[in-house]
Every structure is written in structure tokens, then in C-alpha cells.
């Protein structure tokens, strides 16, 4: 427990707390499952371990890979599913072993990208949203096709920029998580009784994300890649 939590500060303890305390009010109120309650706290505690560049955070993060998979399954977004299953499990494993290779006096060394690599990321992102959500358009059961596709390829894009080390992977994730809360509150208007919880979820993403970025900024030019 020292390990995980020790060399955090006063922020980043309040912010756990303000958000695992808001997680359990509206499990309550809004009588969701334990389940979705978990997927919560772990998909926290992933996000805020990322942005300190703790390996931990795929310690959790395999764990909310397959209960968000199933929370997406139940509520038809396919994109979603798909996502978690297929990718983000295997580069769980893949992240930890690289994370855990590049790391100098306890620290993860943090990369940044140049102009022209920056140019093909948005050009592989704007294509890759636009071809995936024609394609998933055509499934009958699908929600939101288009904006279903933007968030599947920003995680996708996101990360791999993670597990190379780059701070830009915190610009996407702060689109990503945009665009997830918009999706999710859609579903709750359609009347997915997880839609609360997971815009709360994803709402504290965002929130991380600019963290994130700003850790990580920091981080690129203090420990040699």
C-alpha cells in the first residue's frame, strides 16, 4: 500500500476521494449495480497511477478493461467492445513490460513528439473515426456510430502514444474523454441505468487527462528518454 500510495500528494489524495465519495452517493441514489461500482474506483485508480507513471496502472486498468467491456456490451456499443477485448488486454501486458523497461532511478521516462509526427497523428485520427464509423453505421443494433468510432480510435491511437512514452497521448485522451461523457449521456437519455455512473467515470477521466498533461510536460524534459 505504500508503494501504491505513498509518493502521492494532496491533490491527487483529494481527488480520488472526492471522486470515489461521488461514485458511491450516486450508486446509491441511483441503485446501480457493485459491479458498475467497481468498474469505477479501478478506472480511477488507473488513470491517476498513468499520469504519475506508475505501473500499477495496468495492474487496475486490465481489471476495468473487462468490466467496461461488459458495461459497453449491455448497452449496444459494439465499438466499445470490441476496443476493450481485443486491445486494450493485450496492451496491458505489453505497456507494463515496456513501462517497466524504460524507467531511470524509480522514474518512467517520458517522451514528446515533433511537428510533423504530431501532423500524421490527427491525419491517422480524422481518417481512421470517419472510416470506422461508416463501417459500424451499418450494425443494426449500434448507438452513435460516428461518435462510437472517434472514441474507439483516440483510445486506440492514445494508447500506443501511452505505452511509447509520449505526453501527447494526454491531448487525445482529454478529446477522448469528451466525446465519451457525450456518448454516455446519450445513453442515459435513452435510459441506460449505468449512464450516471459512467458519465461521472469519464468525468473524472477528463479531468485527469489535463493532470495528466501537465505531469507529464513536466516529466519529458526532467528524465532523459
Avoid at 40 to 49: A, Q
Avoid at 51 to 58: C, F, H, R, V
Avoid at 156 to 174: G, N, S
Wanted: charge should be positive; aromatic fraction near 16%.
Amino acid at each position: 500500500m505504500r508503494k501504491l500510495f505513498g509518493t502521492w500528494n494532496l491533490y491527487e489524495l483529494v481527488w480520488l476521494g472526492l471522486f470515489s465519495g461521488t461514485a458511491i452517493v450516486l450508486t446509491v441514489i441511483m441503485r446501480d449495480t457493485f459491479f458498475g461500482f467497481t468498474v469505477f474506483i479501478t478506472g480511477v485508480l488507473c488513470v491517476i497511477l498513468a499520469a504519475k507513471g506508475n505501473l500499477m496502472t495496468y495492474v487496475f486498468g486490465m481489471y476495468n478493461t473487462f468490466g467496461y467491456a461488459y458495461l459497453a456490451y449491455v448497452n449496444g456499443l459494439f465499438g466499445e467492445v470490441m476496443l476493450n477485448l481485443l486491445f486494450f488486454v493485450p496492451m496491458n501486458a505489453i505497456g507494463f513490460l515496456m513501462w517497466k523497461k524504460h524507467r531511470h532511478d524509480g522514474k518512467l521516462a517520458m517522451r514528446q513528439m515533433d511537428r510533423r509526427s504530431m501532423f500524421l497523428l490527427v491525419a491517422v485520427c480524422v481518417l481512421g473515426s470517419l472510416s470506422l464509423g461508416f463501417g459500424l453505421s451499418f450494425i443494426p443494433a449500434q448507438n452513435s456510430p460516428y461518435i462510437d468510432a472517434l472514441t474507439t480510435v483516440l483510445s486506440v491511437v492514445a494508447t500506443f502514444l501511452m505505452v511509447r512514452r509520449f505526453k501527447e497521448q494526454w491531448l487525445l485522451y482529454i478529446v477522448l474523454n469528451t466525446f465519451t461523457v457525450l456518448l454516455w449521456v446519450i445513453r442515459m437519455l435513452d435510459g441506460s441505468t449505468d449512464g450516471g455512473l459512467m458519465i461521472v467515470m469519464w468525468g473524472a477521466y477528463l479531468i485527469n487527462a489535463i493532470y495528466g498533461y501537465y505531469t507529464w510536460n513536466k516529466g519529458a524534459k526532467e528524465v532523459p528518454a
